[in-house]
């Protein structure tokens, strides 16, 4: 960048490594923030800090908490009968936000994608077939992303706990084909959760 400094350089750099963030948003970042009042950057990289030391995922579900386990695990209200299958946490977000689902969770942690290197080893399948065995879950609500991935994904977890006898749905597709579940309003959400359909 013309007339750049070594550390509004290195700034750029090291935003560019978050997804969806490339150069050109990167530099309007760093240049928004060197012109921002010093107690608001302060306060940013005082957060980001927080959030690192606080946050974990939890070790049932996977999702992210501050306790271990989380809010909706520990929970006796919810039906632990139902285990709803998401690709990454902020999916969990997005379905809590439509006060129709009162079950559990389990977070996959990503979703088949052979050009990216990601394989059935690098998400969270055999975790969930433990808590499926150990819980004695009567059905498993699959949510993935209404797109290619999405659906090997989907496909792939529902062939592994189909033999175990429980029942396997998936969402309505309500939700567009290749958007993200954390794109989808409330109401889209809602109505997919509500038609799901049996996966034979």
């Known amino acids: 960048m013309l007339g750049s400094s070594d ?23 760093a240049l928004y923030l060197l012109k921002a009042p010093l107690e608001e950057v302060t306060a940013l990289a005082r957060a980001m800090i927080e959030m690192k030391k606080r946050v974990k995922y939890c070790s049932e579900c996977g999702g ?5 386990p989380c809010v909706i695990c520990c929970d ?8 709803c ?33 990601v394989g059935p080893e690098d998400l969270s399948v055999d975790s969930l077939l433990d808590r499926v065995k150990t819980l004695g879950i009567g059905e498993i609500i699959i949510a993935t992303n209404p797109n290619v991935e999405g659906e090997a994904t989907c496909n792939y977890v529902a062939g592994l706990v189909k033999p175990l006898g429980v029942k396997v749905t998936t969402i309505a597709r309500g939700v567009p084909m290749g958007s993200d579940l954390d794109l989808a309003d409330e109401v889209t959400l809602a109505r997919a959760i509500e038609g799901r359909g049996e996966i034979k």
């Open 85 to 117: 299958v998401v690709e990454e946490p902020g999916n969990v977000i997005g379905v809590e936000k439509t006060g129709e689902f009162r079950g559990l969770y389990h977070v996959l942690h990503g979703r088949l994608s052979p050009l990216d290197g």
């Open 7 to 29: 550390r509004i350089e290195r700034l750029i750099q090291e935003l560019t490594k978050m997804p969806t963030i490339g150069r050109r948003t990167a530099q309007r970042l």
């Open 76 to 83: 006796p209200k919810r039906d632990r009968s139902v285990i």
């Open 64 to 68: 992210i908490t501050e306790q271990d």
